[in-house]
């Protein structure tokens, strides 16, 4: 069974950065999927950024491409989201995923992700 757990939330001004870590248990994460959502206030789950089982490719949404970069660190088990130039449209509950199985064509689709951590706020002030 895998465990994720993120940690590195808070409440950041616009403009700030911020880094967020989910840290898996239980297995190896190196081959597996793994991916950052977030839910905002009265919205559904989206995809923000993940990893290929592979690792060799790297996905994100439009919304933070340029502001936002995911990284992983397989020998302590650990994905990273580097999160700059914050907005307070960013604000959400952010989410990590992970899945040993998903093909590259559904990496943003969150139904197709067996494991998920418990989530961490990010709340963005203007």
């Known amino acids: 069974q895998v465990e994720l757990v993120e940690s590195g939330g808070g409440l950041v001004q616009a403009g700030d950065s911020l880094r967020l870590s989910c840290v898996g248990s239980g297995r190896s994460m190196r081959t597996y999927a793994m991916a950052w959502f977030r839910q905002g206030p009265g919205k559904e789950r989206e995809y923000v950024g993940g990893f290929s089982r592979t690792g060799g490719y790297t996905y994100y949404a439009d919304s933070v491409k340029g502001r936002f970069t995911v990284s992983r660190d397989n020998a302590k088990n650990t994905m990273y989201l580097q999160m700059t130039s914050l907005k307070p449209e960013d604000t959400a509950v952010y989410f990590c995923?992970?899945?040993?199985?998903?093909?590259?064509?559904?990496?943003?689709?969150?139904?197709?992700?067996?494991?998920w951590g418990q989530g961490i706020q990010v709340t963005v002030s203007s």
């Open positions: 995923a992970a899945d040993e199985r998903i093909i590259t064509s559904s990496l943003r689709l969150r139904a197709q992700y067996d494991y």
